[in-house]
Nanobody, 125 residues
Framework: VQLQASGGGLVQAGGSLRLSCAAS????????MGWFRQAPGKAREFVAA????????YYADSVKGRFTISRDNSKNLVYLQMNSLKPEDTAVYYC???????????????????WGQGTQVTVSS
C-alpha cells in the first residue's frame, strides 16, 4: 500500500490543522492506520491509530482530548484533526499502515510496514 500525507503547515499555538493521508494499492479497510511524529533530534513517536473499520481508536496521552483520528474507507483517506495545538506538537507527521495490529503493539513504530513521506507541522508560540 502506498501512503501520501498532506495538510501540514505553520499555525499559532491554540490553532488547528487537519492532516490527511491518502492510501492506494490495497483494500483500505483491511488496514490499521496510524499517525506518528518526529521532532528534530528525537525518536519517532506514536500519536494516534485507528482500526480498519474505525471502530477502535488509540491516542498518545500527550494528544488525548486535542487530536482526533478518523477515516473514510470509501475514499481511502485517514485524517488527523489537531486542535489546541502547542509548540511541542511541532514535528514531521507520518502516516503508517499495516494489516491487523494487536492493541498492545499499536504504539510501536515496528508494528507498521508501510509509511508515508511525512508532512511538517510547525506551531509557533
Amino acid at each position: 500500500v502506498q501512503l501520501q500525507a498532506s495538510g501540514g503547515g505553520l499555525v499559532q499555538a491554540g490553532g488547528s490543522l487537519r492532516l490527511s493521508c491518502a492510501a492506494s494499492g490495497r483494500t483500505f479497510s483491511n488496514y490499521y492506520m496510524g499517525w506518528f511524529r518526529q521532532a528534530p533530534g528525537k525518536a519517532r513517536e506514536f500519536v494516534a491509530a485507528s482500526s480498519g473499520s474505525g471502530g477502535s481508536t488509540y491516542y498518545a496521552d500527550s494528544v488525548k482530548g486535542r487530536f482526533t483520528i478518523s477515516r473514510d474507507n470509501s475514499k481511502n483517506l485517514v485524517y488527523l484533526q489537531m486542535n489546541s495545538l502547542k509548540p511541542e506538537d511541532t514535528a514531521v507527521y507520518y502516516c503508517a499502515a499495516d494489516q491487523y495490529i494487536p492493541a498492545p503493539r499499536i504504539r510501536y513504530v515496528s508494528a507498521y510496514s508501510y509509511w508515508g513521506q511525512g508532512t511538517q507541522v510547525t506551531v509557533s508560540s
